[in-house]
């Protein structure tokens, strides 16, 4: 077995090895135990690929040098505190007797001025200088196990940091409590994990492997980014797709192109509520289309003043409001009455739509296009990798 080894300096880091290449029994035991008490159902052998494709995702991330591996949020807490309140989570789970360890009271010997003097103002980059941190690494928080002011900053959130910067003693105690408390459990655990043929080591990457699925998948293009944002990665594979293919899934796909086109519209405006409900009672309890042409009102879709016949329209109509309302309308119906910006009220009537397809070259089909294909080539590749990942992971054990 083959491990890529990093330097980690203090027990609040993450794991040095780069990623598992094979899942206990034991391990597949614990962690299916894990997700039942979630409520999450899930075979052991749909779980055991899961977890493998975990490990893939971390073994890979590391070649790529991936920043998430260390914080996946740039303004939320660094990737070893959820793997603290992971594990912590897993290992009270699997030994609940451990849920009653007593937590140690904890006096911190700085004062509120003392912190604010030590940190300084917060950076307006939210970036310290590697001569800020030096002399925090000075500074203990812990003799045993050894914590430092740097340990607490590097692992909080933005918000967190802010807040240290101002003087919060009660979050700086309450962060060194939890340090301390997760060391205390991890050692109380040791003996029990080993009775049990598990590692904390490994644990540990299990923890981080379901922490940072979402995100590396995201990064890899097989699941959606936050506000439609991608990665370099992603942005490499959609910048390969040749106007060719777009032309070609065009063709394939043309029916998820058509759209209404134009709408025979008519907008009745009333000064009140109660004059509109009274011709929407009246219309449908009739014949919806000759009420509305045959009672003297004025359809406002029309540039004239009297004009009282249906209007066809499209959504690029000059009252744009009224239009998209008349779209969303449903045909050969009357519309219950709507209250438009202006505090006045309309009746809607549409009928006859007519449909049309976006043409080859358009915007709204190459946008599609692309996230269609990137997407495809993205998964392509994806599971060319894992597949291939676990065939080279295989021939080492």
């Known amino acids: 077995m083959r491990f890529a080894i990093f330097l980690w300096v203090s027990f609040v880091s993450l794991p040095c090895f780069s990623a598992l ?3 206990t029994e034991a391990e597949l035991a614990l962690m299916h135990s894990l997700y039942q008490a979630q409520d999450r159902q899930i075979s052991k052998t749909s779980l055991k690929t899961r977890l493998l494709e975990n490990q893939f995702l971390l073994s890979h991330a590391r070649k790529l040098n991936l920043s998430l591996l260390d914080r996946h949020a740039s303004v939320g807490f660094d990737n070893a505190y959820h793997v603290r309140r992971y594990i912590s989570s897993m290992l009270l789970h699997k030994f609940p007797q451990l849920t009653h360890t007593k937590r140690k009271a904890l006096q911190i010997s700085l004062s509120a001025e003392e912190l604010k003097s030590l940190l300084g103002p917060y950076p307006n980059n939210g970036q310290y200088t590697e001569q800020q941190r ?25 918000q967190g940091r802010f807040s240290l910067h101002e003087g919060d003693i009660g979050l700086l105690s309450k962060d060194v409590e939890d340090l301390i408390s997760f060391h205390q459990l991890k050692n109380k655990a040791a003996p029990l994990l080993a009775e049990q ?20 998948q995201a990064y890899l293009g097989v699941k959606s980014q936050l506000h439609g944002e991608r990665s370099d990665y992603v942005d490499n594979i959609r910048s390969d797709v040749s106007d060719h293919e777009i032309a070609q899934f065009y063709i394939t796909h043309k029916k998820e192109f058509k759209y209404l086109q134009h709408i025979s519209a008519f907008a009745a405006i009333f000064e009140n509520q109660q004059d509109a409900m009274a011709t929407y009672s009246n219309a ?4 919806t289309r000759q009420i509305l042409l045959n009672s003297g009102l004025r359809n406002h879709f029309s540039t004239s003043k009297n004009v009282q016949h249906l209007v066809q329209i499209s959504r690029h109509h000059p009252k744009k409001w009224l239009a998209q309302v008349a779209f969303n309308n449903q045909v050969d119906e009357l519309s219950r009455p709507i ?17 049309a397809y976006h043409v080859k070259d358009s915007e709204t089909v190459r946008y599609r296009a692309l996230q269609h294909i990137t997407q495809h080539k ?7 990798l894992f597949y291939q990942w676990l065939h080279s992971e295989k021939t080492k054990t």
């Open 197 to 216: 043929k598990l590692s904390l080591t490994r644990l540990n990457l299990l923890a981080l492997g379901e922490l940072l699925r979402p995100s590396i």
């Open 378 to 384: 993205a998964k392509t590749a994806y599971t060319h």
């Open 134 to 158: 030096q002399k925090w690494r000075q500074i203990s928080m812990s003799k045993q196990p050894k914590i430092t002011l740097d340990d607490i900053l590097a692992s909080q959130s933005m």
């Open 21 to 23: 290449d094979h899942i």
């Open 339 to 355: 209250r438009t910006p202006q505090g006045k009220w309309a009746l809607i009537y549409t009928t006859k739509p007519s449909f």
């Open 284 to 287: 449908s309890r009739n014949n």
